[in-house]
T-cell receptor, first 113, second 114 residues
């Protein structure tokens, strides 16, 4: 157990729907990162939050949004889902905003049908 | 400039052999070059990392070699074992870049056969 908890582990939903992925960072970590992993795209950075504030944004679609709550857990919201959104979504955390050593969760496998 | 290139895409090595994975980068502002290991069904886990002012770092059977002038670095796994079978990601991170997040290479799937 890495200490980073992601729920749910698996999610199957239809096109056009909206889902929420949840991440609880490792105890004491203030920074949360979301990555999308697909077979042909590798690990793509989506967004980073540090202590509740958005810190950096990657190739995150406008249909996707995220937030980090006062208790430091984070949620990634995916809406108007398309078949191409099917992927593994990983959350990672680190103690500070300036740290290359991430602790990853086990991911949420999203399947859009 | 944010891209990290990695090769080969997949690698098959016999038990006891040496596994070598190569990476290259463009942005000289990167401060650390970590390697992550990912087993099926798990998230990536930090394996080893090197700063650009060091030419080599060794931890057990894992060694990173770094060539700053060529902007290339590589992971060597000595005496490869079936338990090393996993996907390996090289990565880059910079404290002074405009994006303090880890940039990952596309990954190398390593299979160590008995």
């Amino acid at each position: 157990d890495s200490g980073v908890t992601q729920t749910p582990k698996h999610l199957i939903t239809a096109t056009g729907q909206r889902v929420t992925l949840r991440c609880s960072p490792r105890s004491g970590d203030l920074s949360v990162y979301w990555y999308q992993q697909s077979l042909d795209q590798g690990l793509q950075f989506l967004i980073q939050y540090y202590n509740g504030e958005e810190r950096a944004k990657g190739n995150i679609l406008e249909r996707f949004s995220a937030q980090q709550f006062p208790d430091l857990h984070s949620e990634l919201n995916l809406s108007s889902l398309e078949l191409g959104d099917s992927a593994l979504y990983f959350c990672a955390s680190s103690a500070s905003a300036e740290n290359y050593g991430y602790t990853f969760g086990s991911g949420t496998r999203l399947t859009v049908v | 400039q944010q891209q990290v290139k990695q090769s080969p895409q997949s690698l098959i090595v016999q038990k006891g052999g040496i596994s070598i994975i190569n990476c290259a980068y463009e942005n000289t502002a990167f401060d650390y070059f970590p390697w992550y290991q990912q087993f099926p069904g798990k998230g990536p886990a930090l394996l080893i990392a090197i700063r650009p002012d060091v030419s080599e770092k060794k931890e057990g059977r894992f060694t990173i070699s770094f060539n700053k002038s060529a902007k290339q670095f590589s992971l060597h796994i000595m005496d490869s074992q079936p338990g090393d079978s996993a996907t390996y990601f090289c990565a880059a991170w910079g404290s002074k870049t405009s994006y303090d997040k880890v940039i990952f290479g596309p990954g190398t799937s390593l299979s160590v056969i008995p």
